[in-house]
């Protein structure tokens, strides 16, 4: 029986929603295999979020307890890993794909002969071997791919790609890491950390709604109202390159192919036309909303429900209707 790893993506001690939702995925395809699940838990308090995990599906995690996976630049994390591979023999790797992930993923493909697929939106078993789903050239094609040659197939899952559902299991079996790192392990030291003051919202990479705001908001503070709207749907906050651009809204909320790119439940856009660079970062959103005044906007291309008109209009009567509605 082989076991599939999946390197949980954590935060202040917190598994990420996009680690359940792989953990669910994989779950479902080691169970149709005959494999199971196994976790790789980088940093300490494996032990707290233990039974977490567990009713995801991990049968088991690896975990380096350890306060240097965080205390130096990507390669700890790396070096961590080969030594998760060699213990558990694992030839299939799931991770989450951000671009911190995406750092320490690449690094550890070249060391462990990996073929690596990153954005994946969607995994299945074809003919005995993992195929993954994934959007190119801007969300124009959608790919289907398998890594075809190495040792290791690592794919890395985009935010809310799957589902997560609890499967029930019991405490995983605990496996604690040795791991001793080399000389450029520790050659580049993370000296402060210093979090990006935000409001009270969920971040757009794992947000189930992302509302977003464009150049048709004509001024910065109309992302007021953007923010009203989100804050009575429980929501995150986006922007188009143009209102970041323009200095309406910080660039870190920026969607797009030069920005984040969201997969969220709900999409809402207001006064943003839809340009292709925008598009590549949020048309993998199973719902998409657009208010625009202009009917031509290419928005509405994409839209599963578009309103023409005046955002000024509609977002205000929009905000009152829900609060009306949760009373
Ligand atoms: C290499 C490259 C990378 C890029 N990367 C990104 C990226 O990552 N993300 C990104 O967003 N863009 C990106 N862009 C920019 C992109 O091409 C567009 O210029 C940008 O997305 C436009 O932003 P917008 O939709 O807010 O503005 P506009 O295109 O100006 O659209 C504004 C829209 O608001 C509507 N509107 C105006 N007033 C109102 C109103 N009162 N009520 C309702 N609707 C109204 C208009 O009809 C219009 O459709 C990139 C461009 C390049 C060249």
């Not at 494996?46 to 991990?58: C, E, I, N, S």
């Not at 050239?137 to 589902?163: H, P, S």
């Not at 392990?185 to 709604?209: H, L, M, N, W, Y």
Request: with cysteine; proline share 2%.
């Amino acid at each position: 029986m082989a076991e599939m790893l999946v390197l949980i993506d954590h935060t202040d001690g917190h598994p990420r929603k996009v680690s359940t939702q792989m953990l669910t995925a994989a779950k479902r395809l080691a169970d149709a295999a005959g494999d199971t699940v196994a976790a790789v838990w980088l940093g300490e308090g494996a032990a707290d979020v233990a039974d977490t995990l567990g009713a995801f599906g991990a049968a088991k995690i690896y975990h380096w307890d350890s306060a240097d996976a965080q205390g130096y630049v990507t390669l700890p994390q790396v070096e961590a890993l080969q030594a998760a591979l060699e213990v558990s023999g694992a030839d299939t790797l799931l991770f989450a794909s951000s671009n911190h992930v995406k750092d320490v993923a690449a690094r550890l493909a070249i060391r462990a002969d990996a073929g690596v697929i990153t954005d994946v939106t969607d995994l299945e078993v074809v003919d005995g071997a993992l195929s993954a789903t994934k959007e190119v050239f801007g969300g124009d094609v959608i790919t289907k791919c398998k890594v075809a040659e190495g040792k290791l197939a690592m794919f890395g899952v985009g935010a809310n790609a799957f589902v997560a559902e609890e499967s029930g299991g019991g405490s995983p079996e605990m496996v604690a890491l040795e791991v001793s790192l080399s000389e450029s392990a520790t050659a580049t030291k993370v000296t402060s950390v210093e979090k990006q003051a935000s409001a009270d919202r969920p971040d757009i990479g794992e947000a189930a709604i992302v509302v977003s705001g464009g150049r048709g908001l004509g001024e910065e503070a109309g992302f007021k109202l953007i923010e009203e709207l989100a804050d009575v749907l429980g929501a995150g906050v986006g922007a188009s390159r143009a209102a970041t651009d323009a200095g309406w809204y910080p660039h870190r909320y920026q969607i797009g192919q030069t920005g984040r790119t969201i997969s969220p439940t709900l999409y809402l856009g207001s006064g943003i036309s839809g340009a292709i660079q925008h598009r590549a970062g949020m048309q993998t959103s199973q719902n998409v909303v657009a208010i625009n005044k202009d009917a031509e906007a290419p928005i509405f291309q994409i839209a599963d429900f578009g309103v023409v008109g005046d955002l000024y209009q509609v977002v205000p009567k929009l905000v009152e209707e829900l609060k009306a509605r949760k009373g």
